[in-house]
């Protein structure tokens, strides 16, 4: 039943339709508790591209600086006396390099591009989110790399609401305090192994999201993790072998598939993808 007052469905009611669209998806796609190694393979986070690590770092602080700035911005216009507290920093940047959370959104759309051997790596937004594969966990693991170290740095910065830049706030992370920037040359005979970007579709979101939720009702009653599983995932997502880290002659399964079926365009005209957040902070 709905609440008259507020045309909202009460708490109760709420956490029992959760309950229930867990039950429905646990037939529908699995779920798993914790990190059962029998479903590792399903479970466990795609590898970063550790060899572009060095080349992306730069590229990757400055965008997760700037996403901090602006969504930093955000908050202090909506807050009460426009005054947001430290500890709401705190959270700010312990979430920005997940792409599992709101903050980290940007991760999933982003792209990793060479346009040639020897070529600069440079990242390009994608207007739609991605699912996060290896690419999308190279930029999680070079941005966590920057923000593990300086977090409550730039939590107190943000806080103090200095510098007033998002230039200079960029510069004292990335350059003064990281020292990941300027970005490392690319050697001349450097070519990267590239991964299909795919665009996260509407199915995929609202398992996202529900996940999210149903995890943060399982932390708040002091019960494990729950993960809802696609049974295709150990294969383009997971961990059946297919991103181990002998990428001499690694092919992107993604990108075979599509190779093998003409080409097929997966890219912004792909019905159902999911726009970015951007616009809403």
Not at 92 to 100: E, F, K, Q, R, V
Not at 250 to 270: K, L, Y
């Amino acid at each position: 039943a709905r609440s008259a007052a507020t045309g909202t469905m009460p708490r109760a009611s709420r956490a029992n339709a959760l309950l229930a669209a867990w039950a429905a998806l646990h037939f529908c796609v699995g779920v798993v508790e914790g990190q059962n190694g029998e479903m590792e393979q399903f479970t466990r986070k795609p590898r970063a591209f550790n060899k572009d690590l060095k080349y992306v770092s730069c590229a990757v602080c400055k965008r997760a600086v700037e996403e901090v700035w602006n969504i930093a911005e955000h908050m202090r216009e909506v807050a009460p006396y426009h005054k947001v507290g430290e500890d709401e920093f705190n959270e700010l940047t312990l979430n920005i390099c997940d792409p599992d959370t709101d903050e980290g959104e940007w991760v999933s759309m982003q792209d990793i591009e060479q346009a040639k051997k020897g070529a600069s790596i440079k990242l390009k937004q994608e207007e739609y989110m991605g699912e996060c594969r290896r690419e999308c966990r190279t930029i999680e693991k070079a941005c966590t790399a920057v923000f593990d170290e300086y977090r409550e740095d730039l939590a107190e910065l943000l806080w103090k609401n200095e510098p007033k830049t998002l230039e200079k706030m960029a510069s004292r992370v990335c350059t003064k305090w990281a020292n990941v920037c300027p970005a490392k040359e690319v050697p001349k005979k450097y070519e990267r192994v590239d991964e299909w970007w795919m665009p996260m579709d509407e199915e995929s979101f609202k398992m996202r999201e529900m996940e999210k939720t149903m995890n943060q009702l399982s932390q708040k009653n002091g019960k494990q993790p729950v993960k809802f599983v696609d049974p295709m995932g150990g294969m383009m997502m997971g961990s059946d072998g297919w991103d181990e880290e002998d990428e001499g002659g690694w092919q992107d399964p993604m990108a075979a598939m599509m190779e093998s079926m003409g080409g097929m365009d997966m890219g912004e005209d792909e019905g159902g993808a999911v726009p970015g957040g951007d616009d809403e902070l």
